[in-house]
């Protein structure tokens, strides 16, 4: 049986019971969250700090360029196409949890998708990552920008109930970028290492940049809202670049648009998990904004995150991914110190400290997956 550390907080934890009276309030009859499929699902019990009889394990990126099965579907079909084609979102979705059996699915898409669906010229150039046509810099063109329209979303809709229909027992994990990184890529226009154009922008023209992160933070909270009312049980936030911030500037300029993202879905009964690169001395105003569960990247343990998060809320992470490179035994050795440290937490979900390398061995994981599974 796999534990956990006692908290002064455990009443906090949301029950299954909770979970299934608030899900007949808010979610469709069909809802997995509803009709029993995931009664006792590793992963949703682990989000919910509750105890699991196996260490749940999902990886991010684990479906995509790492699989050979991926390569052949997605074989002259774009990116942002690939991701507004429900079967096809579907289908790769799928793939990874048939070859590694892993405890969950996440919807395969990426966080620029939103954007395009709100009439967002953006496009995925392979080699550079996402390039906006016109970036959003002045307060005239954040005045401009369209509103989503919800019927653009249905794509979306349809390829995460497809994915549910398949997935039987297996959670549907829905997930979106957070405001900054998103509003990020607007301002810059592209991929950036510096943010040089959006810090800027930020302290310059504080009033022109919280314009631009509120209207992010709806398109952000509809695109997730979509995910879980199709099915989704859970939802990760990603702030692929907060990492770049300081603590006083996240809390100035940032964490009031994720906390409106997140408590976007917070009627709903799902966990909602926070993830930032490099973020540790943010995760407890990461955690503030409305987060159930912290996603902790891999250059801290996750017992020195429990202690910064005053040991209240659950965690994911956070094997080194250089070491899916490295060979079985020193991933291994690795994997059981990750087991280790985040027993000290009221949960545990395995996972890598970044998404997997597009040149990873599939064995690899399948392995690790079926390694984590065995411990105690």
């Known amino acids: ?25 808010t979610l469709p009859a069909d809802h997995p969250l509803r009709d029993g499929r995931l009664d006792g699902a590793p992963l949703l019990r682990a989000y919910r700090g509750l105890p699991t009889a196996a260490h749940p394990v999902w990886f991010m990126r684990q479906a995509g360029r790492s699989l050979p099965e991926y390569m052949r579907v997605r074989t002259g079909t774009g990116m942002l196409q690939a991701c507004l084609t429900p079967d096809l979102a579907a289908e790769i979705t799928l793939q990874p949890v048939r070859r590694h059996g892993v405890d969950a699915a996440i919807l395969f898409s990426d966080i620029v998708v939103p954007l395009k669906l709100a009439g967002i010229g953006v496009e995925i150039v392979p080699g550079t990552g996402p390039v906006v046509d016109h970036p959003i810099r002045t307060a005239a063109d954040v005045a401009a920008l369209p509103q989503l329209d919800p019927a653009a979303l249905a794509p979306i809709s349809q390829a995460a109930a497809n994915c549910v229909q398949a997935l039987g027992r297996t959670p549907l994990i829905g997930f979106a970028g957070a405001p900054f990184t998103l509003a990020s890529y607007l301002v810059e226009g592209g991929p950036s290492r510096e943010h040089l154009r959006t810090k800027a922008l930020m302290h310059a023209e504080p009033e022109t940049w919280h314009a631009l992160a509120s209207w992010v933070a709806g398109v952000t909270g509809s695109f997730l809202r979509a995910q879980i009312l199709a099915g989704a049980s859970a939802v990760q936030l990603f702030d692929s670049w907060a990492g770049g911030l300081s603590l006083a500037d996240y809390q100035r300029f940032v964490a009031e648009h994720s906390a409106t993202v997140l408590a976007s879905v917070s009627d709903l009964p799902v966990p909602r998990v926070h993830f930032g690169i490099n973020t540790g001395e943010l995760l407890a105003a990461m955690r503030d904004a409305g987060a159930d569960v912290m996603g902790v990247d891999h250059r801290i343990p996750l017992d020195v995150a429990n202690q910064r998060l005053g040991g209240r809320t659950p965690l994911q992470g956070n094997i080194d991914p250089a070491l899916l490179f490295a060979g079985d035994r020193p991933l291994h050795e690795a994997t059981l110190a990750c087991l280790e440290a985040g027993r000290s937490a009221p949960g545990h979900v395995v996972n890598l400290g970044h998404g997997v390398p597009p040149d990873t061995d599939p064995d690899v994981l399948t392995r690790l997956v079926a390694f984590i599974h065995d411990q105690p």
Do not use: L, Y
């Not at 906090?12 to 309030?25: P, S």
């Open 1 to 25: 049986m796999t534990t956990h550390a006692a908290t002064s907080v455990e009443a906090d934890h949301t029950t299954e019971a909770d979970t299934t009276t608030q899900a007949e309030r």
